[in-house]
């Protein structure tokens, strides 16, 4: 006698079909098929509405036909910002909408409809155009953008051992001159071991609902595609874009990938996970994961040539925003371990670091030592971030790829290749080698590594200098980061660049003695310098190069100097609005703000950032406060869980909006005096009224409005009702 809850998925249309047979228990779970609507009458009414109007009712009459199919009790059930996959569509249920819209419609459509365009608006803005098809334009051309115009960076975002979780993180780290390795994680199921390495110990959390991607599917997926995905997320936000507003762009995606473990590890899932090992281990859909969630459509690229992977990324990247074809690109890199093996390869080949540290450069050097780290920058050309207004972090003032060829061996590093892409990088930027400052090198702290490629530098930035070059790495700080190792030295020398320090490479006993220091100007840090302005732009290369044979070099320039705004106390009311996906989201929101209005910042600049430039959410929070003590306290209320202090509330799905004017009782005098001073469109708006007023009443609706001398009252009822 036990009742027993169970879930299970249920075929609607098998269900449907059984008619008067169905048994009673599953009558309530599957309505009566829904009469589809008399086309003729419903594509006359859209064709004659307004072109404004056409999308929402399209997409109400398609949300209808969604609940008939779905078995929902009516449209407004059915959310706009899901897929239909998500809304629970499968290949008959599929049909089935189509041929329900095909009768509305009036139109033949394909049995592919549902798959082709995957949410309620696209269909919606599909058929709008089957009804009025626009003028067939010719393709837009690949061009080259003009030679004054590079290519910059906009956004960056990371995740790096050490509790780096932002780029001014990882810049604090290094200039700190910290060093972060650390024990094994404990969460992975490795022996213990006395081995040390850069690890991201937190890599297992995943919102994997923020994603839109279920339980079983996250836990498929290799922590490298969950972090890029998390990164990317971050870098367009910090960049002051909504990820959400790219949809349907031609922004593209450039990763660097490299090996991945984790799909060893997958064996053991359960039957649901299983179907999805084969993307969520997969390195290609690393980059098209990111555009398929963002709905991005230009190139998506994954690339693999091991430790140059995000580099070589950044150049393809470069280079595609050059020609015209993408306006903007997301270029990263990530490595995580989903186990030690890599320790045991490099122990054969003695190429581990005895202690676990990269020794870069030094006399000291035995070996190269393991880390994990993600990073990713947005890029766009510096005529679109200036039209944008987004803030430029760093110029790419030129890059080049090459390979080592037939060099001694698969593995191993070739000098004169190292040179010849470091030049072609220089020719790219149209720079000599005495414009170049420092370089963030490669510096794995092996033994034959490291001598090849200082010989290289020494060759190439070492000649015809009135300076010396300053070389580093952060692999002493922070360990071989693999394929996002290109990613971390670009950060880091990105927020050099800004600050105008150059910080100290770790463990350095001495120069190397395998490699003739005195054959050209190059000098380690093995302390931090100043960088000091000298009349012309900072400027750094940044190498990677990959076990493959790929080699990429970089070359990063000073951002423009723009004036920084102007930072002063409000003088009245200022609006700070929250946005997140759940409540606790929205106190962490806060929480993650206090820091930021509690110090220097433009506390008017903020609050119009997270007004305009921030995805929005349903769970929404408003603080209002005079000055910067009332903002900082509601959110310390919001970060603290209460809400009672401030405007809060769970916004509804998006649907048709209107303007309710409720009568007497909601005006106040004087309210629109200002906008008649500030706003000529409302002004125009006024004198409209009052020229429809004017055969009605015998005073002016402007006069009334203004308090001119000898104008009635708003004490008046036949006055103040049309005013």
């Avoid at 909504?242 to 997958?266: E, F």
């Avoid at 980061?481 to 660049?497: C, F, N, R, W, Y």
Wanted: charged share 20%.
């Amino acid at each position: 006698g036990t009742s027993l809850i169970f879930a299970t998925r249920l075929n609607l249309p098998a269900l449907r079909g059984r008619g008067a047979s169905l048994p009673p228990i599953y009558r309530a779970l599957v309505p009566a098929r829904a009469t589809a609507k008399p086309a003729e009458a419903f594509v006359d009414r859209l064709s004659s509405a307004p072109a404004a109007e056409r999308l929402p009712l399209a997409a109400d009459a398609i949300r209808g036909e969604v609940a008939a199919v779905l078995g929902f009790e009516s449209g407004k059930d059915v959310d706009l910002r899901r897929t239909f996959k998500e809304l629970g569509f499968d290949s008959l249920t599929a049909v089935e909408l189509r041929n329900r819209l095909a009768g509305l419609f009036g139109r033949r459509l394909p049995s592919t409809l549902v798959f082709d365009y995957p949410g309620v608006e696209p269909l919606a803005e599909f058929l709008i155009g089957e009804l009025a098809p626009a003028p067939v334009t010719a393709p837009v051309a690949v061009r080259d953008v003009a030679e004054d115009d590079p290519v910059v960076i906009v956004g960056m975002a990371c995740r790096f051992p050490g509790g780096v979780t932002a780029p001014e993180d990882l810049w604090g780290l290094v200039e700190s001159g910290s060093d972060v390795l650390g024990p094994f994680p404990a969460d992975r199921g490795w022996a213990v071991s006395d081995r040390v390495g850069g690890f991201i110990y937190d890599a297992a959390n995943f919102d994997a609902d923020f994603f839109g991607i279920s339980p079983k599917e996250a836990v498929a997926m290799d922590p490298e595609q969950r972090i890029l995905l998390e990164t990317s997320w971050e870098a367009l936000e910090r960049a002051g874009i909504d990820p959400r507003g790219l949809r349907k762009s031609d922004t593209g995606v450039y990763l660097g990938v490299s090996y991945s473990a984790y799909q060893r590890g997958t064996s053991g899932l359960d039957e649901g996970s299983q179907g999805f090992v084969v993307t969520g281990t997969s390195p290609s859909v690393a980059s098209g994961r990111i555009s398929y969630f963002l709905g991005l459509e230009g190139p998506s690229v994954s690339v693999d040539t091991a430790c140059s992977s995000s580099l070589v990324s950044l150049h393809l990247a470069a280079k595609a925003l050059r020609h015209g074809e993408c306006s903007m690109a997301l270029v990263g890199g990530a490595a995580i371990m989903a186990t030690p093996a890599l320790y045991g390869e490099f122990d054969r080949q003695s190429a581990s670091s005895s202690n676990g540290r990269c020794k870069a450069f030094a006399e000291a050097a035995d070996g190269t030592g393991w880390a994990e780290g993600a990073g990713t920058v947005v890029l766009e050309r510096l005529s679109d971030a200036r039209a944008n207004g987004h803030r430029v972090f760093a110029i790419v003032r030129g890059s080049a790829v090459n390979s080592d060829g037939a060099s001694n061996g698969l593995t191993a590093p070739n000098g004169p290749s190292q040179q010849r892409v470091i030049r072609a990088a220089l020719a790219d930027a149209g720079l000599t080698v005495s414009d170049v400052d420092a370089v963030e090198a490669h510096g794995t702290g092996t033994k034959l590594g490291d001598p090849i490629e200082a010989q290289a530098l020494l060759a190439t930035y070492g000649q015809d200098r009135d300076r010396p070059l300053w070389l580093g790495s952060i692999k002493s700080n922070i360990g071989h980061t693999q394929a996002a190792a290109g990613m971390a030295g670009l950060i880091k020398m990105v927020e050099s660049l800004r600050r105008g320090v150059l910080a100290a490479t770790l463990h350095v006993d001495a120069p190397s003695s395998h490699v003739d220091w005195s054959a050209g100007d190059v000098r380690l840090l093995t302390e931090a310098r100043e960088w000091p302005e000298t009349g012309r732009a900072r400027r750094a290369g940044v190498s990677a190069f990959g076990i493959s044979g790929t080699n990429s070099h970089v070359i990063l320039e000073q951002a423009p100097v723009e004036p920084e705004p102007e930072v002063s106390e409000p003088t009245g009311p200022v609006l700070v609005p929250l946005s997140a996906r759940d409540p606790q989201a929205l106190t962490k929101q806060a929480a993650a703000l206090l820091p930021v209005l509690t110090g220097a910042a433009d506390v008017a600049g903020v609050a119009r950032f997270l007004g305009t430039r921030r995805a929005r959410f349903d769970h929404r929070a408003v603080v209002v406060g005079a000055g910067r003590a009332d903002l900082v306290a509601g959110l310390e209320s919001i970060a603290g869980g209460e809400l009672t202090e401030t405007v809060s509330g769970v916004a509804r799905v998006r649907g048709r909006t209107v303007f309710v004017f409720p009568g007497q009782g909601s005006q106040w005098a004087g309210m629109a005096t200002g906008l008649l001073a500030s706003s000529p469109v409302f002004a125009e708006s006024i004198r409209d009224c009052e020229v429809a007023l004017a055969s009605f009443v015998d005073w002016s609706l402007t006069e009334v409005l203004t308090g001119v001398e000898g104008a009635p009252g708003l004490d008046r009822v036949d006055v103040v009702q049309p005013v």
